[in-house]
């Protein structure tokens, strides 16, 4: 198969992710008019795989991947009222992410484009969350993303389908990931970003003041690390002066660790808006993907941003902000005009990072790497 073949053909791809901890597959047909239909999504969480460990556990993943994954695929062919001979190629993430999950997804449609002969096409999973705003929203390029999930966070600006600029990103833990630990240290339920959302809707973000990690620095570069440490901190002192936790305290915590994330993530919004606003000076657009965009506070404040700015804001509905095959299928639509198939050496990359030109971000966080 040729580069350019597909373009203003009929196509139907079936996606595969399973590079943390959510197995999942998809179906996507492209019209001859360009208009892409999302024919089936499924997407199986592991969580209580993962619940007694307070964190994902890599080797479980990989398990749970290949135990579900192609189950997936037949629900996702039997909801799109397929068969797999009417679907066109593959889309598989092959990284950055848990290796082990990763590994079950190639060799899943390494195994398919195998036996049938259909083209497979390696997908970058940060590509897949990068270029969601063209599947729900159609926005054009360029536009600048902020994406933050529990193992992802950078501002990238999106220029097409295979070309990102990273304008900065977390240098240690993704925010996701801090929701999480500050859900179990105060003994809240997995995954944390909800938990603590919710917990926070009856505290007082003002008792307990919380450092705004990095905002002293220029740049949109973050940090969640030591927050992470200074709620640890919070919570012993906390303890030792009144003896226990009431559910008070546990608010007032939640709505203080909330607050920082949420005025960080706005302030280095102002500031990324700012640094692309100086490279493409007509009307940005500025879109936010990964679960912690979930946190209704978090939203508000990046809305609020971006209309100060003038940006133009896009906030991709919730089931495709998160992990999904839908992303994958879509980001190799793309792909495909621009590039050829990968071959069975596709293999599974562990870090891999979207803007190859910008030094590496530090760190490789519980759930995956950061890239
Ligand atoms: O994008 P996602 O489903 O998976 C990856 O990490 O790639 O994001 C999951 C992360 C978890 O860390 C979860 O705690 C966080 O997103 N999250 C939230 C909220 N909902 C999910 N964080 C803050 N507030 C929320 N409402
Ligand atoms: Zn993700």
């Known amino acids: 198969?040729?580069?350019?073949?597909?373009?203003?053909?009929?196509?139907?791809?079936?996606?595969?992710e399973s590079s943390c901890d959510d197995s999942a597959a998809a179906i996507l047909r492209r019209s001859p008019d360009g208009s892409?239909?999302?024919?089936?999504?499924?997407?199986?969480?592991?969580?209580?795989?993962?619940?007694?460990?307070?964190?994902?556990?890599?080797?479980?993943?990989?398990?749970?991947?290949?135990?579900?994954?192609?189950?997936?695929?037949?629900?996702?062919?039997?909801?799109?009222?397929?068969?797999?001979?009417?679907?066109?190629?593959?889309?598989?993430?092959?990284?950055?992410g848990l290796i082990g999950g990763v590994v079950s997804g190639v060799m899943l449609a390494k195994g398919i484009s195998a036996a049938t002969g259909k083209p497979l096409y390696?997908?970058?999973?940060?590509?897949?969350?990068?270029?969601?705003?063209?599947?729900?929203?159609?926005?054009?390029?360029?536009?600048?993303?902020?994406?933050?999930?529990?193992?992802?966070?950078?501002?990238?600006?999106v220029k097409s389908a295979d070309s990102f600029e990273r304008l900065g990103g977390t240098i240690d833990d993704a925010p996701g990931e801090a929701f999480d630990k500050i859900a179990r240290l105060l003994g809240l339920d997995q995954p944390g970003g909800p938990a603590v959302e919710i917990c926070a809707r009856s505290g007082d973000p003002a008792r307990f003041p919380l450092p705004r990690p990095l905002l002293d620095r220029d740049g949109c570069d973050l940090s969640f690390s030591g927050l992470k440490t200074a709620v640890l901190r919070l919570r012993d002192r906390v303890v030792e002066e009144t003896g226990g936790l009431r559910l008070s305290d546990r608010a007032d915590i939640c709505a203080a660790f909330q607050a920082s994330v949420t005025d960080v993530l706005a302030e280095k919004t102002r500031?990324?808006?700012?640094?692309?606003?100086?490279?493409k000076p007509q009307t940005a657009t500025f879109c936010v993907a990964g679960g912690v965009a979930a946190n209704a506070s978090i939203r508000a404040a990046l809305e609020t941003v971006s209309a100060e700015t003038g940006a133009d804001f896009?906030?991709?509905?919730?089931?495709?902000?998160?992990?999904?095959?839908?992303?994958?299928?879509?980001?190799?639509?793309?792909?495909?005009?621009?590039?050829?198939?990968?071959?069975?050496?596709?293999?599974?990359?562990?870090?891999?990072?979207?803007?190859?030109?910008?030094?590496?971000?530090?760190?490789?966080?519980?759930?995956?790497?950061?890239?």
């Open 314 to 371: 896009v906030a991709p509905p919730l089931a495709l902000c998160t992990d999904n095959a839908a992303m994958i299928a879509y980001a190799a639509m793309e792909q495909m005009t621009t590039r050829a198939p990968d071959d069975m050496t596709l293999s599974a990359r562990p870090r891999w990072p979207l803007d190859q030109s910008s030094p590496a971000m530090l760190g490789g966080g519980k759930k995956g790497a950061k890239a």
């Open 36 to 96: 892409v239909e999302i024919l089936s999504s499924v997407v199986k969480s592991q969580t209580d795989l993962h619940a007694a460990f307070g964190g994902v556990v890599p080797e479980i993943a990989a398990r749970a991947h290949a135990e579900i994954l192609d189950i997936c695929v037949e629900e996702a062919l039997a909801q799109a009222n397929l068969p797999l001979a009417e679907v066109d190629a593959l889309a598989v993430t092959a990284g950055p």
């Open 1 to 16: 198969m040729q580069r350019g073949e597909w373009v203003a053909q009929a196509l139907t791809v079936l996606g595969l």
């Open 271 to 279: 500031r990324a808006l700012t640094i692309y606003a100086a490279e």
């Open 122 to 157: 390696g997908i970058n999973h940060l590509a897949g969350h990068a270029l969601t705003p063209r599947l729900t929203h159609g926005t054009a390029y360029p536009y600048l993303m902020l994406l933050i999930s529990g193992g992802h966070c950078q501002f990238l600006v």
